[in-house]
């Protein structure tokens, strides 16, 4: 997604943008490349929550605050989902149903995660909304979500946080059974699926991509680059590429999406002590 919207940004930038992907270690290899960097707008950062979720389990020793936000560019629901096999035996086709069935048969269900990533808070504040204790899943660390799809289809597994860019084969062959929509409202591509809120679950956090620079950058690169970003996808042919990799294209220039960061920084922050 990072490399789609960089390709159509550098035509506006007039300079040319190159995608490294720096994976592991719940993408902190990453983050921490750039937090050390030169903050001349030269070296940014494309990432999202892992920033903060990382820090508060304890991973780094830095989050949001490290970073100047330069802007968000789209967002994606989560989807968590169970194996075909694990809804047929118990009987699970939504989160309600899930939420039942470990309130009944804690420490039963085998649930893959990366350790301090967006999906580990994610599945974190489902519990913790649904008033269930987070540590009632017998949680297995992968270090990214092919691994954990990957353990899913050969049912090592029995769930995990996905999307629809990401899992879209799963679901359509039905080896993967969304349980609900991580969102404010439905999923185009999953219109069945109601969103968690409608389930009675007070959490909506898509996952928010954005692009972040090293602390100190100045803030007229940082309209450049805003500016850069924000004319990219207001072109109609990458915001169909987007929405065709099952996201969708959202810019929020880099003065709301800080303010966005700093607020969710400290939401993530309350659920800390319940993701260690």
């Not at 919207?5 to 490294?20: Q, R």
């Not at 990382?54 to 967002?75: P, R």
């Not at 974190?124 to 649904?130: E, H, I, Q, T, V």
């Amino acid at each position: 997604m990072f490399r789609l919207v960089a390709s159509y940004a550098e035509k506006h930038l007039g300079k040319p943008i190159v995608p490294v992907n720096m994976a592991g270690a719940s993408a902190t290899i990453g983050s921490r490349y750039v937090k050390d960097a030169a903050p001349d707008g030269y070296t940014i950062l494309g990432s999202h929550q892992v920033v903060a979720a990382a820090q508060h389990t304890g991973i780094v020793d830095y989050g949001f605050s490290s970073f100047e936000g330069i802007a968000q560019i789209t967002s994606t629901p989560h989807i968590p989902a169970v194996t075909k096999e694990f809804s047929q035996k118990n009987n699970v086709k939504n989160m309600t149903d899930f939420i039942n069935y470990v309130k009944k048969n804690p420490g039963k269900v085998i649930w893959a995660y990366t350790v301090g990533s967006e999906d580990h808070y994610t599945i974190a504040s489902l519990l913790d909304k649904a008033g269930v204790d987070t540590k009632s899943l017998k949680y297995v660390n992968y270090p990214g979500t092919g691994p954990q799809y990957a353990a899913m289809v050969a049912n090592q597994v029995e769930g995990m946080v996905a999307d629809y860019a990401s899992g879209k084969g799963y679901f359509e062959s039905g080896d993967l059974v969304p349980l609900g929509i991580v969102n404010t409202e439905r999923d185009a591509a999953l219109p069945n699926v109601p969103t968690m809120i409608e389930q009675g679950i007070d959490f909506s956090l898509p996952v928010s991509r954005g692009m972040f620079a090293p602390k100190g950058t100045p803030a007229e690169i940082l309209d450049v680059l805003d500016n850069a970003y924000e004319k990219a996808l207001a072109d109609p042919e990458l915001q169909k590429k987007i929405k065709d990799l099952g996201s969708n294209p959202k810019f929020v220039p880099h003065d709301e999406f800080s303010t966005f960061v700093k607020d969710l920084d400290a939401e993530m922050a309350k659920l800390a002590d319940k993701m260690k």
